[in-house]
């Protein structure tokens, strides 16, 4: 499946509501929506420029949605899903999810460690709607420079 719009990248974060991820080695886990946008908080803090990165944290869950059966590529499909509408880096970053084996790049490792404090982090990190904006912006630049190539 691949996303052709913000609203249906949205609609697909919310049915995150309520929808748990995969326990930690400790047998917690999380609800993904809120996860997601405790992982994009925390990666707006550590790197407040870096917009792709940021949303990476944000929709990274989305392939459990889409592929609840594939749990060991989940990272696949939401890269799939997601690298028309937002972009190649995104994709990428999104691709290799933590559990996508070892890197050595830095912007995968600051998404990796994000996710992680994500998991166990309890804070308000506000509404998905707050991330409309930038969403639209990715989206936006993301389809001039493919009208480009």
């Not at 748990?20 to 886990?29: L, Q």
């Not at 890197?103 to 991330?131: I, K, N, P, T």
């Amino acid at each position: 499946m691949e996303l052709r719009s913000v609203e249906e990248l949205m609609d697909l974060m919310y049915a995150c509501r309520g929808v748990r991820g995969t326990p930690d080695r400790a047998g917690r886990s999380v609800d993904l929506h809120e996860h997601a946008l405790r992982t994009a908080a925390l990666l707006r803090r550590s790197r407040p420029a870096d917009k792709e990165l940021q949303v990476s944290g944000l929709v990274h869950p989305v392939g459990r949605l889409l592929r609840p059966d594939a749990a060991a590529t989940w990272g696949l499909h939401t890269a799939d899903a997601i690298r028309a509408l937002l972009g190649d880096r995104v994709a990428r970053l999104v691709r290799h999810h933590p559990w996508h084996g070892p890197s050595a790049d830095d912007d995968v490792l600051s998404l990796r460690q994000a996710h992680e404090e994500g998991r166990l982090a309890a804070f308000d990190a506000g509404v998905l709607e707050d991330w409309r904006t930038v969403l639209e912006l990715l989206a936006a630049r993301n389809s001039r420079l493919g009208a480009v190539d």
